[in-house]
């Protein structure tokens, strides 16, 4: 994403056959400190992607996002919250097996992850 210029981002977020939305975070001042691109799906919400200001690293502004969009997918009655692409051995992406229960897409199917 850190390639993308405007145009690119608004293909992401537009043109695409999935319903995509942005989620804004603020503070109490009302100041954004957070957003996740999220896909609306048929059986849960779909984590795209987050990011989020690095001026208040003592939130775990990164946890608290994929917090809330399981709390939101349990509100909408969708099972399910995915997290998105994880490569393993990647230390950026080894925050998501935090996330309990957690099944990982293989060549054989969903399968349980267990850490």
């Not at 603020?26 to 100041?31: F, G, L, S």
């Not at 051995?89 to 097996?97: A, E, L, N, R």
Request: hydrophobic letters at 40%.
């Amino acid at each position: 994403m850190s390639e993308m210029n405007f145009n690119d981002f608004k293909k992401m977020i537009e043109d695409t056959p999935v319903l995509t939305r942005l989620v804004e975070y603020r503070n109490n001042n009302d100041q954004l400190i957070g957003v996740g691109i999220t896909d609306v799906l048929n059986d849960g919400l779909s984590g795209v992607y987050t990011f989020f200001s690095p001026d208040f690293p003592k939130l775990s502004l990164g946890t608290f996002l994929i917090l809330s969009h399981i709390f939101k997918a349990r509100e909408l009655n969708l099972p399910y919250f995915y997290l998105g692409y994880w490569i393993k051995g990647v230390p950026k992406m080894s925050y998501k097996g935090r996330f309990m229960p957690l099944e990982i897409l293989t060549r054989s199917g969903w399968e349980d992850h267990k850490p």
